[in-house]
């Protein structure tokens, strides 16, 4: 007993201070990227090519960066002639609707709060169920990581249970493979209404890399409606806490 | 018969794999098999209308693979029933190519897709829909013995698999797995590259083991364009991987404890987990190793700084470990859990061709660090030790004794850290040549096999994850258990659900 006492004393309070200070990000973190149209040489399409899940696109003397495929990989950089692309500290990247993740020059709106009514239900409590489906347990960790001590996801009333009968939405990872489709749909209808769901990671929104396989769908947005977008492969923690946070009005 | 012999990490021209007829090929691989040679892989591939069985032996005591093959039209005598390792490469030969091994004992799909060809082992008309896990399973019948169902949605944040119990009471007599349900359709993509989604699959096949699966495959890229990454790539790569290796070591523990409810050190182990990710963030940015891992190299080196600073963290957050290990092993309420439970015997784990920590708990010597060792591996050695008693008890213990030697791995290469570059052009794959690189990742060891075309494209990219080899050995480890120690002796396994189902 005493040396479980003097371990927890060792051990120390760990507890991260975000979101009332800023988090701490690892050094070469790569977060939102953006384009400098200023430095792109406009008629060369090597980041285009380079990008494995078909991210970027041309749209006038500007490109486009769809950070719900994005693999965050910056395979684009390497190919980059005049280094037009970058990738900035920006962690917070979820956004409401599947438009908001294009990075298009626009100053980035992270995500917004839920309406009245759900914030009214779900604000200060919110049970959810996760749903791994084809999700390669990069997104599956990276989620289970916000239940340690380090973000302590209980301190925000945000709880993953084990039932869907007992959570009021679902958090989608992987690009839901045909065989997982039905679980999916079932996990979902046992969710009582009104029900919210998080996709989290490249794939859940958009397939990720594995989209346009027979073998899996795009995303979780082709089964059942998403609420929340949570872009990454995987996402940052921070990055998926930030989404909650938001969602919920918190932040 | 003599084989090839080829090392790993190394190619070979494809027409100097002995081919062999059937039946030889079938007494070749049994009398290998029976002198305790190891099945690292066997699987099938098109080849005309008929399928090329290829079979890879490891002879590790002397750190050599052999090869060797053959061509079935549609059915060939299994081996399954004289060599039972080879009992899930078969049912994947039967699901992706449609050829029967006669014999095998339970031929059932494994992942539940359509056949790769126009045959189909099991009849089923092609666009009969499949449904996953729908099929027969293993039953037994009598007076109070039920069945209990789990999954494919699990209670925990977890990947979908379907668990079926054949239970008396609380005891189970019999556990059966079925997978499939994340079945991405990664092998069939890989074919015809590389192009630039291959090294992303790559990272995705199993995301715990990114570092580990993209090692492989970076290392079959430049056998195949006859190059060696330097010799400061090559430690950068074994830094990663062990980084890997000490997160999910770390990360088990505290999920061992977890499952006995014992929290403190659940939780001060789900915090140290994240220290070492960020650790391997420190050398790439991302907490996985994404983006880490290249043919030719990788991608970012590590500044005198950084490495000076990665030293510090790793002492400081092992210190942290210890503290919270060593009350694992001090408490009655756990080890009274841990001991004698999911019990898996030597013989057993042999025969079924076990890898990883789990076989080497089980008293089974084998480590591809230190059997068929690559790149820094061959100058810091590693010892291979096994414990004898096969349970949770053995897999955690195992688990805690490789965190302290591959902190001491990290330590020693980085104090000795070759100067030079860390990445290099790899030129195109050679035309017709079969490569094979192993990895021993956190879970055991990983395969990778590809066979090029006649224009040096990916002609057939054979990926085996520990999880392939193990999944089974879980199932033996629950018979006569109390189905409440399911979770337990899951966990002390922690197997892919994505790294098997591809």
Redesign the interface.
């Known amino acids: 007993m005493l040396?479980?006492l003097r371990?927890?004393l060792?051990?120390g309070f760990?507890t991260i201070a975000f979101p009332d200070k800023p988090p701490t990000l690892?050094?070469?973190?790569?977060g939102r990227p953006q384009c400098d149209a200023g430095k792109c040489a406009g008629n060369c399409a090597a980041c285009i090519?380079?990008?494995?899940?078909g991210a970027i696109a041309r749209r006038g003397d500007t490109l486009t960066i769809d950070t719900g495929r994005c693999?965050?990989?910056?395979?684009c950089t390497d190919a980059c002639p005049t280094k037009a692309i970058q990738f900035t500290s920006e962690y917070r990247l979820a956004a409401r609707t599947r438009e908001a993740l294009v990075a298009d020059g626009r100053p980035h709106v992270p995500a917004q709060v839920l309406d009245e009514q759900a914030r009214g239900l779900f604000g200060r409590s919110l049970k959810l169920?996760?749903?791994?489906?084809?999700?390669?347990?990069?997104?599956?960790?990276?989620?289970?990581?916000l239940?340690?001590?380090?973000f302590d996801l209980g301190r925000f009333g945000i709880q993953?249970v084990?039932?869907?009968r007992h959570a009021d939405g679902l958090l989608v990872t992987?690009?839901v493979?045909r065989?997982?489709e039905?679980?999916l749909r079932k996990?979902y209808e046992a969710t009582p209404s009104p029900r919210i769901v998080v996709a989290v990671g490249a794939?859940a929104i958009s397939g990720?890399?594995?989209a346009g396989?027979?073998?899996?769908h795009k995303g979780a947005g082709e089964i059942i409606p998403v609420d929340l977008y949570v872009p990454g492969?995987?996402p940052?923690p921070t990055t998926i806490l930030d989404g909650l946070l938001r969602l919920l009005g918190r932040i | 018969m003599m084989l090839p012999q080829l090392h790993n990490g190394r190619a070979l021209p494809l027409k100097e794999v002995p081919e062999l007829t059937a039946p030889d090929f079938r007494a070749v691989v049994l009398e290998r098999v029976r002198r305790g040679r190891r099945l690292c892989s066997l699987f099938g591939m098109p080849d005309g209308d008929q399928i090329m069985l290829v079979a890879l032996l490891a002879n590790d005591a002397q750190g050599a693979l052999e090869l060797c093959r053959t061509r079935v039209a549609e059915r060939y005598a299994a081996l399954t029933p004289e060599a039972p390792q080879a009992h899930w490469f078969e049912r994947e030969i039967a699901e992706q190519w449609g050829i029967v091994p006669e014999g095998h004992p339970w031929l059932k799909p494994i992942?539940?897709?359509p056949s790769y060809s126009r045959r189909d082992a099991w009849g089923r008309e092609k666009g009969t829909p499949i449904?996953?896990c729908v099929t027969d399973y293993y039953r037994v019948e009598g007076e109070e013995i039920h069945e209990v169902a789990v999954g494919?949605?699990h209670?925990?944040?977890?990947?979908?698999g379907h668990f079926r119990f054949q239970c008396h009471g609380e005891d189970v007599l019999h556990l059966e797995i079925e997978l499939?349900?994340?079945?991405?359709?990664?092998e069939?993509?890989l074919v015809g590259g590389p192009n630039?989604?291959t090294v992303?699959?790559m990272e995705?096949?199993?995301?715990?083991t990114?570092i580990g699966h993209a090692t492989a495959y970076a290392s079959i890229m430049e056998a195949l364009g006859d190059v060696t990454a330097s010799a400061r790539a090559h430690a950068l790569r074994a830094i990663a991987l062990e980084l890997e290796r000490l997160a999910n070591h770390t990360g088990d523990l505290g999920a061992l404890a977890g499952d006995v409810g014992f929290l403190?050190t659940a939780?001060?182990c789900?915090?140290l987990?994240?220290d070492f990710l960020?650790m391997t963030?420190?050398l790439?940015?991302?907490?996985?190793g994404?983006?880490l891992v290249r043919p030719g190299g990788v991608r970012?080196d590590l500044t005198p700084q950084?490495a000076k600073e990665l030293v510090t963290r790793l002492h400081k957050t092992f210190e942290?470990v210890q503290?919270?290990v060593?009350?694992l092993w001090?408490?009655p309420s756990v080890t009274s859990r841990f001991d004698g439970t999911g019990r898996v015997s030597r013989e057993d784990a042999a025969r079924l061709g076990l890898v990883g920590p789990a076989a080497r708990a089980s008293g089974v010597s084998l480590d591809v660090r230190s059997d068929l060792p690559w790149g820094a591996y061959q100058s810091h050695l590693l010892p291979s030790v096994t414990l004898q008693t096969g349970d949770v008890a053995a897999r955690a213990y195992m688990r805690w004794f490789e965190i302290q030697k591959s902190v001491e791995f990290i330590t020693d290469v980085i104090h000795a850290l070759p100067a030079g570059p860390v990445g290099q052009e790899v030129p195109p794959p050679a035309r017709e040549h079969i490569a094979v690189a192993m990895v021993e990742g956190w879970r055991g060891e990983l395969c990778h096999v590809a066979v090029t075309d006649l224009q040096g494209r990916l002609r057939h990219y054979k990926i085996t994850d520990p999880s392939f080899h193990n999944w089974f050995g879980m199932a033996m480890a629950l018979r006569q258990q109390q189905i409440s120690d399911f979770p337990l002796c899951n966990k002390s396994f922690n197997l892919?659900?994505?790294g098997h189902?591809l």
């Open positions: 040396r479980m371990a927890r060792k051990q760990r690892p050094q070469g973190y790569m090519e380079a990008c494995p899940t693999l965050f990989c910056t395979d169920r996760q749903v791994s489906a084809g999700g390669c347990n990069a997104c599956e960790a990276d989620t289970n990581v239940n340690t001590v380090v993953f084990a039932s869907p992987g690009p493979p065989n997982m039905l679980a996990t794939c990720g890399v594995f396989h027979p073998e899996v492969c995987p940052h | 992942r539940f897709h449904e996953p494919p949605v209670a925990g944040i977890i990947e979908p499939g349900y994340q079945h991405r359709g990664i069939q993509a630039p989604r992303h699959y995705t096949l199993a995301g715990d990114t403190p939780s001060y789900g915090r987990r994240g960020n963030a420190l790439c940015g991302n907490r996985f994404r983006n970012f950084a942290a503290n919270a060593d009350l001090e408490t892919s659900y994505c189902d």
